[in-house]
Structures are given as structure tokens and as C-alpha cells.
């Protein structure tokens, strides 16, 4: 079936740390990869997508390539702020459904 | 402004009380979904709609229902609430294959 398995949170950082949250999935065929970011109170944005093996999405200094060898998706960013503190949520959109990971908690500290 | 409005923002029923979670959108989107999202589960899916008079199930639909008479509205029925239904719920809905935007939840607590 479909799943996507993210890394555990809590993940707590201070600012201007290096971020990697992985993320793997199992679907068939070649589904959409997304990262969605959940601040506090608020509902989901979508942060960056790919579409296609190799595809990279980016977007606010974050990156994630779309790997098909390895069914992954990790999400990076060099330089992470105190703003970036949120959920963020791993997601494959297959058939007539996104499929979400169980999201990571990410603090980011001054 | 444009999006997906989700009423009420916060509820607490109690157990076996019944309720109506309003969704609308303004963007003529086709697709609409509800999901809910518990710690730990990420976001599963209730139900889903491809158009108006059209619903189906998703992961876990039991004790919910839904309906879709028009294309701007998705309302998510509980029948009968359980304390295993507290929970945040979002409604979403989609332009394409993949244009999801979200609304911004409404927090359920059963006592």
C-alpha cells in the first residue's frame, strides 16, 4: 500500500544549524512528493514539491530532491531560523489522496 | 479573501451528540477532502469529494458522514460523537492534480 515514514521528532536546533528531516515512501507507480509545514494555530502550507524522479523542489532556503532509487525525499536547509520553528509534514499524492507522514516537530532556538 | 473556510474553529460535544463541521471554499475547486490529525498519525482521510453529488471514503471514515449538493460546500457530519473522534480536522480542497490548500482546522474535543 501507500505510506510515507518520516524521522521522529522532537528536533530541536539552535539558529543558523544545519536541518535534514528524512523522509521514505512506499507507492506504486511514480507519485507527486510534497513537504508541508504546519505553524502553531494554523493550518497546512505547502512548502516545496516534485513531480518527478530527480525533480528538486525549493523554496525559503529549503530543498528536497526527489530520489526514486532510494524512495526518498529528505528535506534540508543550510541555515534554519527561529521562524522556521513548525511541524513539517512529508506527503506523496497518489490516486485521489495526499498520504501524510506522522510530521516532526522542529524548535528552533536564538 | 480567497481560500477554505473552516466553522467552527473550536468545539467541545459530549458523547453521542451530534454536529456539523461546516467547510467552503471560493476557488471553484472540484476536489474536496477532509482529513484529521492526531499526534504521532500525521493527517488521515476521512472523505473526499471529486465533484458536486459525488463522494467516496477514505482511510477512516467510519462515524462520519458527508454530502456535496454544491461545489463550494463539504460539510462533515458526526452521528453520534465518541471520545476516539477528538481530534483536530481540516477540510482541504484542490485545483489540478496536486494545488491543495487548506483550511485553518477546527480543534473537536468529546467528552
Known amino acids: 500500500g501507500n505510506s510515507v515514514t518520516q524521522m521522529e521528532g522532537p528536533v530541536t536546533l539552535s539558529e543558523e544549524a544545519f536541518l535534514t528531516i528524512n523522509c521514505t515512501y512506499t507507492?506504486?507507480?511514480?507519485?507527486?512528493l510534497f513537504w508541508y509545514v504546519q505553524y502553531p494555530g494554523e493550518g497546512l502550507q505547502l512548502l516545496l514539491k516534485?513531480?518527478?524522479?530527480?525533480d528538486k523542489g525549493s523554496n525559503k532556503g529549503f530543498e528536497a530532491t526527489y530520489r526514486k532509487e532510494t524512495t526518498s525525499f529528505h528535506l534540508e536547509k543550510g541555515s534554519v531560523q527561529v521562524s522556521d520553528s513548525a511541524v513539517y509534514f512529508c506527503?506523496?499524492?497518489?490516486?485521489?489522496?495526499?498520504?501524510f507522514g506522522a510530521g516532526t516537530t522542529v524548535t528552533v532556538r536564538a | 479573501n480567497a481560500g477554505v473556510t473552516q466553522t467552527p474553529k473550536f468545539q467541545v460535544l459530549k458523547t453521542g451528540q451530534s454536529m456539523t463541521l461546516q467547510c467552503a471554499q471560493d476557488?471553484?475547486?472540484?476536489?474536496m477532502s477532509w482529513y484529521r490529525q492526531d499526534p504521532g498519525m500525521g493527517l488521515r482521510l476521512i472523505h473526499y469529494?471529486?465533484?458536486?453529488?459525488?463522494?467516496d471514503q477514505g482511510e477512516v471514515p467510519n462515524g462520519y458522514n458527508v454530502s456535496r449538493s454544491t461545489t463550494e460546500d463539504f460539510p462533515l457530519r458526526l452521528l453520534s460523537a465518541a471520545p476516539s473522534q477528538t481530534s483536530v480536522y481540516f477540510c482541504?480542497?484542490?485545483?489540478?492534480?496536486?494545488?491543495?490548500?487548506f483550511g485553518s482546522g477546527t480543534r473537536l474535543t468529546v467528552v
Open positions: 482541504a480542497s484542490r485545483a489540478g492534480s496536486y494545488g491543495y490548500t
Open positions: 507507492a506504486t507507480g511514480y507519485p507527486s
Open positions: 516534485a513531480t518527478k524522479a530527480d
Open positions: 506527503a506523496h499524492h497518489n490516486d485521489y489522496k495526499l498520504s
Open positions: 476557488m471553484n475547486h472540484e476536489y
Open positions: 469529494s471529486v465533484g458536486a453529488g459525488i463522494t
